[in-house]
């Protein structure tokens, strides 16, 4: 009676279950058992040719996974023969960094179980590219294992760490990019008749003063309107007017002490 195989979906569904498997595992289980044609009794790494795809494409194509994702990847005649694979993709090609590394088994270290390259993903073409933060690790048997009934590998897929620095500067290379862009759109437009009203659409900084400016005049406006409307019409000081001898009838100017003096010595010259 053959048992019943477990799929990645049940498995997702159980509490807890994170896979996580270390390399040794990956070398010694999974892609032996494969490799020499023994089934395993859960499925859970698909088998995809993934230079099919770019990277970002690749998480949605696992069976399982949340920041790793893994695939079983058949390698083409060119690579068994000892030529150079092919891992160019849509958008950009995996690059290997430095030279494969053997993975040796923790209860017996003198024996190595498998070997491991590590390659990252480059947008464009060879041999210009721009890095990406896409790594692959790439585990096959050694080349002194018996001969495999399927020439396969094992690919671990994931993102490596960016730093908080190297994400801002990438922000604002993408700002400079976006920004030349839009000049060269609007150099285009600038000639053309129908686009001779077109204006260019200012910073940021620039557009949030001219907005305060804006507010301030007419705050400002607002506020002589109603002061003139508040105007009160206040009427005009009348002054006293003086004709001839009109002045010396005003009782003010006689209370002056010089005044009443001269007052007293015309009454007795007059006497």
Partial sequence: MEEK?????????LPGFRFHPTEEELLEFYLKGVVYGKKLSFD???TLNLYRHDP?????????GEREWYFFVPRDR????GGRPNRTTENGFWKATGSDRPIRSMKDPKRVIGLRKTLVFYKGRAPRGCKTDWVMNEYRMPDTSPLPKEDIVL????????????????????DDAKMLQFCAYATETASSPE??????PMPLKEEFLMEKRMETEKECEVSSR???DAKVSLPQLQLPKYNNMEWMQDPFLFR?????????????LNF
């Fill in 5 to 13: 195989r477990a799929s990645s979906t049940e498995l997702d569904q």
């Fill in 256 to 268: 002056s002490p010089w005044l009443e003096n001269w007052t007293s010595y015309a009454n007795v």
């Fill in 195 to 200: 686009e001779e009203n077109w204006q260019a």
């Fill in 44 to 46: 859970i790494i698909g």
């Fill in 155 to 174: 690919c671990k897929i994931y993102r490596k760490a960016t730093s908080l620095k190297v994400l801002e500067q990438r922000a604002a290379m993408e």
């Fill in 56 to 64: 970002w494409e690749l998480p949605g194509l696992a069976k399982i």
């Fill in 226 to 228: 109603l002061q003139g």
């Fill in 78 to 81: 060119k690579h068994a023969n």
